[in-house]
């Protein structure tokens, strides 16, 4: 499959989700869900593709795009980890776990993506999970009273399963 067909198709499926939502320019945010589902971030020429086919400004849905945390502007990778560094988190030993995952992905607290695009790691403020501080999400999965132990772990079982399917 060449560079163009692939890109093409991709497209199409921009329209598909623009056409899905009535082209409506008060579907912003369920627009760019799905559109950031479909490529794990929102590349800057489908931000502008969307923004003439809603009837807007592209400086408006950049505004909208970079005002919520959700949506991401740089690519992420197949696995997203986030791990709480709130405070009942924090107290309860989050500082190990993210220093651990950092140092097994090679990351930092600047650059939250791997090189192959298989792992994002990013901290939040709060998962709303007090209770089972400190709190590891992988891929929406909730990991509760988590260790650096175990956090390591998990993420070797998800290169096992990725090597599998490879």
Request: charged content about 25%.
């Amino acid at each position: 499959m060449s560079a163009e067909y692939a890109a093409a198709q991709s497209f199409n499926k921009v329209i598909e989700i623009v056409d899905r939502y009535d082209r409506s320019e008060t579907k912003i945010i369920p627009i760019l869900q799905a559109v950031q589902e479909e490529y794990r971030y929102l590349p800057q020429e489908v931000m502008t593709f969307i923004a003439t086919s809603l009837g807007i400004s592209p400086a408006r849905l950049y505004g909208v795009a970079t005002f919520y945390s959700h949506f991401s502007l740089e690519p992420k990778g197949k696995h997203i980890i986030k791990m709480c560094d709130g405070t009942a988190c924090h107290v309860r030993g989050s500082t190990a776990v993210i220093d651990a995952i950092r140092e097994k992905l090679s990351l930092t607290a600047k650059k939250i993506t791997t090189d192959d695009m298989m792992f994002t790691f990013e901290t939040v403020s709060c998962l709303g999970a007090c209770g089972l501080a400190p709190v590891l999400v992988i891929d929406e999965e909730v990991h509760g009273m988590v260790t650096a132990d175990q956090a390591i772990e998990l993420i070797k079982e998800i290169e096992e399963k990725e090597k599998e399917n490879a």
